[in-house]
């Protein structure tokens, strides 16, 4: 129940993001050439990679997540920063390694691309009492990955 009302919050707020004009930081307006519009802008520290996903709940044998505010900036001096249009989330069990990598999608809802304003996913298919990580990678409008996979959350355990 907690879960909904907080799914049905952060839905209600990223609609009203993106139905409110475009902000523009005073160095960025400078920097946008005439015709272009700029990107949104949070007043947050523009990263390369998506920051962890947020974990809404979890249960025995599955986990929902919250994808983080994607604040990207270029890998390119001097461009504008990305917009991704949709996002992936990967999943391993912790402390197999590294992070999750592009290969790690065999659970359900991983591996699938969701619209960049999809406010939680719920990875399902997890074993009870296991540990598992889990970060996005952010696509542009064609497809294409955005500087490479997002950091990993904490330790997620599964409860029973």
Do not use: W
Request: charged share 10%; proline share 11%.
């Amino acid at each position: 129940e907690v879960a909904g009302c907080l799914l049905s919050a952060e839905r209600g707020e990223r609609d009203l993001h993106a139905a409110s004009p475009t902000l523009v930081l005073q160095s960025q307006a400078a920097s946008v050439p005439p015709g272009q519009s700029s990107p949104r802008s949070g007043g947050g520290k523009r990263t390369l990679v998506p920051s962890a996903p947020k974990v809404l709940c979890r249960t025995s044998t599955s986990v929902t997540l919250m994808p983080p505010v994607f604040h990207l900036k270029s890998a390119v001096p001097d461009n504008l920063p990305p917009v991704p249009a949709a996002y992936m989330v990967l999943a391993k069990t912790y402390g197999t390694g590294l992070a999750p990598g592009m290969h790690n999608t065999d659970l359900p809802n991983t591996g699938v691309k969701f619209p960049a304003y999809t406010p939680a996913v719920t990875i399902s298919g997890l074993a009870p009492n296991e540990v598992y990580c889990f970060s996005v990678v952010a696509f542009d409008a064609e497809g294409v990955v955005i500087n490479g996979q997002g950091a990993p959350t904490a330790a997620v355990a599964t409860i029973h």
